[in-house]
């Protein structure tokens, strides 16, 4: 770990003959959460974005683009399989991976993610040793590019 530099399969921030680490956009209300996400990401190197809210999240992935959207679901106002369906019904957005933070407890939160088109989920509270690895599973390596 921590050596490890993923490769893009986002053309928008994909640079020839160098790696560039992906993007990531962080949609959570909490910011404890947000502390502890941001923190394990940029660790390894992780670009990250926040946003707070579901409709400023939506605004962010249009004009970031990032490589990966981690969501959380228990948002106020717009929900995240809310959010998960504008990102899914947008042309322009439906391709980048939607890994959904849910809470343990929530019974059907996780079947409900991924009906409403995410590609993955993580239990919440993230496990501070295994987190970046398992999203690291739902980055794409790019094709044509050097293997690390
Ligand atoms: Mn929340």
Redesign the pocket.
């Known amino acids: 770990m921590g050596q490890r530099q993923p490769l893009l399969g986002n053309p928008a921030t994909r640079r020839t003959g160098a790696i560039v680490k992906a993007k990531i956009l962080l949609i959570?209300?909490?910011a404890q959460?947000r502390y502890l996400t941001t923190f394990l990401l940029e660790q390894h190197g992780y670009e990250v974005s926040h946003a707070p809210t579901g409709p400023r999240g939506l605004e962010m992935a249009a004009t970031v683009r990032p490589d990966l959207i981690l969501l959380?679901?228990?948002?106020?106002g717009m929900d995240g399989h809310a959010v998960t369906r504008a990102l899914k019904d947008n042309p322009a957005l439906k391709q980048i991976p939607v890994i959904a933070v849910t809470s343990y407890a929530m019974v059907g939160d996780r079947e409900k993610c991924l009906d409403a088109g995410a590609e993955g989920y993580i239990e919440k509270p993230i496990d501070p040793d295994t987190f970046v690895a398992e999203i690291e599973r739902f980055l794409r390596p790019a094709t044509g590019e050097p293997a690390p």
């Open positions: 959570e209300d909490n959460n959380d679901i228990q948002l106020p």
